[in-house]
C-alpha cells in the first residue's frame, strides 16, 4: 500500500496549485486524510484533513484560501490551493491512515512529498 502525490510546482504570488494524493494497493479501507507541508528550518505541520465521514479540519493559516476534499471511490485526495502566498512555499505530504486487506489494523501511510514554490 502507498500514496502517490503530485501537483506541486512553481507559481507566482496570488496564483493556484491543486494537489492529488493516490492509494494503491490491496486496501480495505481509508480513515481520515490529510496534507502536511514542511518549510526549509521548520517541522512539518498541518494544512488540512478530512475525516472518512467528510469532516474537515484547515490550518488557520489557509482558511479561506484552500480546499480539501476526497473522492472515496477513487482512493484519493485533493487540496485545491487558491491566492498563494510566498509562506506557502514548501514540501507538501499527504497522510492516510489504511487498512491493507487481509489486515486487522489501519497504518498511517505517508506519501512521497510534493514541492510547492510561490515565488516571482
Known amino acids: 500500500v502507498q500514496l502517490q502525490a503530485c501537483g506541486g510546482g512553481l507559481v507566482q504570488p496570488g496564483g493556484s496549485l491543486r494537489l492529488s494524493c493516490a492509494a494503491s494497493?490491496?486496501?480495505?479501507?481509508?480513515?481520515?486524510m490529510g496534507w502536511y507541508r514542511q518549510a526549509p528550518g521548520k517541522q512539518r505541520e498541518l494544512v488540512a484533513d478530512i475525516t472518512r465521514g467528510g469532516r474537515i479540519n484547515y490550518a488557520e493559516s489557509v482558511k479561506g484560501r484552500f480546499t480539501i476534499s476526497r473522492d472515496s471511490a477513487k482512493n484519493t485526495l485533493y487540496l485545491q490551493m487558491n491566492s498563494l502566498k510566498p509562506e506557502d512555499t514548501a514540501v507538501y505530504y499527504c497522510n492516510a491512515a489504511i487498512r491493507p486487506d487481509r489486515s486487522l489494523y489501519f497504518e498511517t501511510i505517508w506519501g512521497q512529498g510534493t514541492q510547492v514554490t510561490v515565488s516571482s
Open positions: 494497493g490491496s486496501i480495505f479501507g481509508i480513515n481520515g
